[in-house]
C-alpha cells in the first residue's frame, strides 16, 4: 500500500481559499487514482473529487463543482486539492485515498480506495 499525509487544513472565514496537499510515500502514485473524500460530524463520508490515472479524467461533487481543482505532480508524488470560495458548509476532516482503479475515479464509491490518509481539519467560519 501507498502512504498518505494530507496537509493544508486550517481555519478560514467565508470567501476564502484552502490548498490542500496529499503526498504519498512507498509507491509512486502515477498508477494510482486519487480521491478527496470529506465527513462533517454526525454525516457519512462523502466524494469531493478524484482524478483519474490512466487519463487524467477528473470528477467533482455538484456542491464543489467550479469551486475546487483537483491536480496532481508526478514529479512530487503529490495531489492538490485547490478550494476557493469556500462555505460553513464545506467544514469537515478532508482525507485523500489512493487506488489502482481500471475505470474513470468517478464511478467508484469511498469503500473502494485501499490506501487512506489521517485527514486535514478544513473550518470555515467568520
Known amino acids: 500500500q501507498v502512504q498518505l499525509v494530507e496537509s493544508g487544513g486550517g481555519l478560514v472565514q467565508p470567501g476564502g481559499s484552502l490548498r490542500l496537499s496529499c503526498a504519498a510515500s512507498?509507491?509512486?502514485?502515477?498508477?494510482?487514482?486519487i480521491g478527496w473524500f470529506r465527513q462533517a460530524p454526525g454525516k457519512e463520508r462523502e466524494r469531493v473529487s478524484c482524478?483519474?490515472?490512466?487519463?487524467?479524467?477528473?470528477y467533482y461533487a455538484d456542491s464543489v463543482k467550479g469551486r475546487f481543482t483537483i491536480s496532481r505532480d508526478n514529479a512530487k508524488n503529490t495531489v492538490y486539492l485547490q478550494m476557493n470560495s469556500l462555505k460553513p458548509e464545506d467544514t469537515a476532516i478532508y482525507y485523500c485515498?489512493?487506488?489502482?482503479?481500471?475505470?474513470?475515479?468517478?464511478?467508484?464509491?469511498?469503500?473502494?480506495?485501499?490506501?487512506w490518509g489521517q485527514g486535514t481539519q478544513v473550518t470555515v467560519s467568520s
Open positions: 485515498a489512493a487506488e489502482i482503479l481500471a475505470l474513470s475515479c468517478g464511478v467508484y464509491a469511498p469503500q473502494e480506495y485501499s490506501s
Open positions: 512507498g509507491k509512486t502514485l502515477v498508477h494510482y487514482a
Open positions: 482524478i483519474s490515472s490512466h487519463d487524467g479524467s477528473t
